[in-house]
């Protein structure tokens, strides 16, 4: 394992939850607190790809992220604009 920086915004990464697909290539759930976002990110082997899943008012509170057989995310979380 080495340490890398997946999000350089401020105030990223709490609520985070980790999975490891087949590869062995690790994937990773967490809210930004900047923005109030749920963002979801993976490894592909040379870069970080980082999507933002859910923009609609404060959501990502609390993620857990799992991997399917074809290495497909499923994210629960909380959505603080719609409890």
């Keep these: ?4 920086t997946v999000d350089t915004e401020e105030y990223v990464g709490s609520f985070s939850s980790i999975a ?3 590869f062995n290539k690790p994937h990773i759930s967490y ?3 900047s923005n ?3 963002k979801y990110t993976h490894w592909d082997g040379s870069i970080w790809l980082t999507v933002t899943v859910d923009a ?3 959501t990502g509170f ?5 991997l399917d ?3 497909n995310p499923h994210i629960s979380y909380y959505d603080w604009s719609n409890p």
């Design 20 to 22: 490891i697909d087949f």
């Design 1 to 4: 394992w080495e340490i890398s």
């Design 31 to 33: 809210y930004d607190m």
């Design 69 to 71: 057989t074809s290495n």
């Design 56 to 58: 609609e008012g404060f």
């Design 36 to 38: 109030g976002d749920l």
């Design 62 to 66: 609390h993620t857990s992220i799992a």
